[in-house]
């Protein structure tokens, strides 16, 4: 059972005060095999997660068509309510036919009242467009996204994965037409997916942006999940080539000085992992997405464990060069 005391931080140049850590809840639901499919069990791994101290849950309108978010409402109750800070996203499809997704004034503000519905509350603190839509004028979007912060059903809002020129037309459009302006950004990034250092985190840092990862352990590659003399032959792993592309030389070499400095701590890779991106200065909480009790238990202890200059080197050191991240004093 974890000791770990929880600790908070600010999102981007905001005041709104999250967890280092963010439960995301993409598992929460049965649209896929590989998804808890258990609501009792997705109900107990949030309740835990609120009493280790984590006060950030992100899910999303598509995950499981709704499902995710109605798991999330059943456990958000009124004396929780004041401290979470409840994230989800818009964009992908909700049902067939027009406007059935998008990032169209409709469509974002349709279903914003939809996710506030299915998670049983009357605001949501940070909604996010959870693609770029090259058919909808960003303007159009963030107006709907201005207008949702005014009426007072939304507190902040952010981006997910989009190209640098796409979050900055979005940030420079929002500062010259006075629109809500996007206070966070969801990047995958671990450490042996860095290409958001030379995209996206400059930006970032640059903007004052908060940065909130998907994809902290990459996969599973980071939690130590696939041996490297013997790659998967069944399952998700051997079926998804964005999962095998992870399986090179230089990703070994990155995961065999997280196994070596895990070992030196008495830690897990996946703690170690965790840790490197909360050394980061540009991160403010990477998103966990536990599956079974005991991970959650294990990535949360991850904000105990210190590492020193020498040990971030040597984890990035099989992936040279990469946008320079300064680490956290």
Request: glycine share 6%.
């Amino acid at each position: 059972m974890s000791d770990a005391e929880m600790s908070y931080t600010t999102l981007g140049s905001t005041g709104l005060e999250v967890s280092e850590l963010c439960l995301g809840t993409m598992n929460f639901g049965s649209s896929e095999p590989w998804m808890l499919d258990d609501v009792d069990r997705s109900r107990a791994i949030l309740e835990r997660a609120l009493d280790l101290g984590i006060n950030f849950v992100d899910t999303a309108n598509a995950y499981s068509a709704g499902e995710s978010e109605e798991i999330v409402g059943s456990v958000v109750d009124s004396r929780r309510r004041s401290e979470l800070v409840l994230a989800t996203k818009v964009y992908f499809d909700m049902f067939d036919g027009p406007n059935g997704g998008g990032l169209s004034k409709k469509h974002v503000i349709d279903q914003c009242h939809e996710s506030m519905d299915r998670l049983g509350v009357d605001y949501i603190d940070l909604y996010q467009i959870h693609r770029w839509d090259d058919d909808t004028p960003i303007e159009e979007t963030l107006d709907a996204l201005s207008y949702l912060v005014d009426e007072g059903y939304v507190r902040y809002i952010g981006a997910s994965t989009m190209a640098n020129w796409q979050f900055q037309k979005a940030l420079y459009t929002a500062d010259i037409e006075d629109y809500e302006r996007f206070v966070c950004m969801q990047p995958e990034y671990n450490a042996v997916d860095r290409h958001e250092e030379a995209n996206l985190l400059p930006v970032c840092a640059e903007e004052g942006v908060g940065v909130v990862p998907w994809s902290p352990l990459a996969g599973g590659f980071l939690a130590d999940k696939y041996d490297r003399d013997n790659a998967p032959t069944s399952g998700r792993a051997s079926e998804d080539e964005y999962t095998a592309n992870r399986f090179t030389e230089e990703n070994w070499a990155v995961l065999d000085e997280i196994r070596a400095i895990a070992d030196e701590k008495d830690a897990t890779p996946a703690q170690v992992s965790l840790a490197w991106l909360l050394h980061k200065d540009v991160v403010d909480a990477p998103i966990i997405g536990p599956r079974k009790m005991d991970h959650l238990e294990e990535n949360v202890s991850a904000v105990d464990i210190d590492l020193a200059a020498d040990e971030l080197a040597r984890i990035e050191g099989p992936k040279y060069p990469q946008w320079p991240v300064e680490g956290k004093d």
